[in-house]
T-cell receptor, first 113, second 116 residues
Framework: AQSVTQLGSHVSVSEGALVLLRCNYSSSVPPYLFWYVQYPNQGLQLLLKYTSAATLVKGINGFEAEFKKSETSFHLTKPSAHMSDAAEYFC???????????FGTGTRLTVIP | GAVVSQHPSWVICKSGTSVKIECRSLDFQATTMFWYRQFPKQSLMLMATSNEGSKATYEQGVEKDKFLINHASLTLSTLTVTSAHPEDSSFYIC????????????FGPGTRLTVL
């Protein structure tokens, strides 16, 4: 069975500060891992994905995530937060690619000017 | 990138009526589309997988007679909420699988349904 846990339903950072959003997964096979961003009343946009290649994955908008098998984690980071980063972020796992995605409960990022 | 649209973006209906939500792939053909439901401040829950020309595959606990899915063409899937009740009020999001993009899912903007 696969599952995702996102620690912290709400994270606040100051503009220019480091962004760290946590994601831990459970999977019986090597997983595919995804981070999506959702702006209010919009669908999801893919930020980045891990598909068993490099463990450090770079995505759009300056975000990156590192796959750590020993910690079953796939935390999302960005060195310097921007006001436009304020949104809801979802981590997702799949055992079969993008067909069957299981989403975490999401983390709302607030950026303080 | 691939664009997925949904119509309507929001709808308010009376209890007992049926509502149809459309999901279109605008610049590509999608043999597989997905329908998700999102409650306030919660995650997306997969409701069903829609395959063009065949019956949809519903997730456990989703009533297929209540949430009718039709994928009659390679660019359109519809979700009809039949005999809607207030507990059906939610944000419904569709996505389309793009094989050319290594099977990435592209999501529509969502439809907010409010049942009075």
């Amino acid at each position: 069975a696969q599952s995702v846990t996102q620690l912290g339903s709400h994270v606040s950072v100051s503009e220019g500060a480091l962004v760290l959003l946590r994601c831990n997964y459970s999977s019986s096979v090597p997983p595919y891992l995804f981070w999506y961003v959702q702006y209010p009343n919009q669908g999801l946009q893919l930020l980045l994905k891990y598909t068993s290649a490099a463990t450090l994955v770079k995505g759009i908008n300056g975000f990156e995530a590192e796959f750590k098998k020993s910690e079953t984690s796939f935390h999302l980071t960005k060195p310097s937060a921007h006001m436009s980063d304020a949104a809801e972020y979802f981590c997702a796992v799949s055992e079969t690619g993008a067909n069957n995605l299981f989403f975490g409960t999401g983390t709302r990022l607030t950026v303080i000017p | 990138g691939a664009v997925v649209s949904q119509h309507p973006s929001w709808v308010i209906c009376k209890s007992g009526t049926s509502v149809k939500i459309e999901c279109r792939s605008l610049d590509f053909q999608a043999t597989t589309m997905f329908w998700y439901r999102q409650f306030p401040k919660q995650s997306l829950m997969l409701m069903a997988t829609s395959n063009e020309g065949s019956k949809a595959t519903y997730e456990q606990g989703v009533e297929k007679d209540k949430f009718l899915i039709n994928h009659a063409s390679l660019t359109l899937s519809t979700l009809t909420v039949t005999s809607a009740h207030p507990e059906d009020s939610s944000f419904y999001i569709c996505s389309a699988l793009v094989q050319a993009a290594l099977n990435e899912q592209f999501f529509g903007p969502g439809t907010r349904l409010t049942v009075l």
